[in-house]
């Protein structure tokens, strides 16, 4: 059974940084795309960044220049590294991988992220 199990969230100040990891096990066939999504406070879930198996990577606008995706395929594992937060950072942090010839979508838990002063 596939699980994805993110570490790595807490509070922080504004213009600190976190790294966040996701680690996936259960894993029977390839995975193609690994990212981070969101879920603000009485916000809708967004993507934040997307890493591809050969390492090419997309990013919402507000994080461009601050968070860097990144991944070891070997460990089946995604990092996001937050710099320069921001209190509108501040959500519920979801890792996310699709796996196999039919992309099939598996989610972890989430990790919550509190930026604030």
């Known amino acids: 059974q596939v699980q994805l199990v993110e570490s790595g969230g807490g509070a922080v100040q504004p213009g600190g940084s976190l790294r966040l990891s996701c680690a996936a096990s259960?894993?029977?066939?390839?995975?193609?795309?690994m990212g981070w999504y969101r879920q603000g406070p009485g916000k809708e879930r967004e993507l934040v960044a997307v890493?591809?198996?050969?390492?090419?990577?997309t990013y919402i606008d507000s994080v461009k220049g601050r968070f860097t995706i990144s991944r070891d395929n070997a460990k089946n594992t995604v990092y996001l590294q937050m710099n320069s937060l921001k209190p509108e950072d501040t959500a519920v942090y979801y890792c996310?991988?699709?796996?196999?010839?039919?992309?099939?979508?598996?989610w972890g838990k989430g990790t919550l992220v509190n930026v604030s002063s």
């Open positions: 996310n991988a699709k796996i196999g010839v039919y992309f099939a979508d598996f």
């Open positions: 890493i591809s198996s050969g390492s090419r990577t």
């Open positions: 259960g894993i029977s066939s390839s995975i193609n795309v």
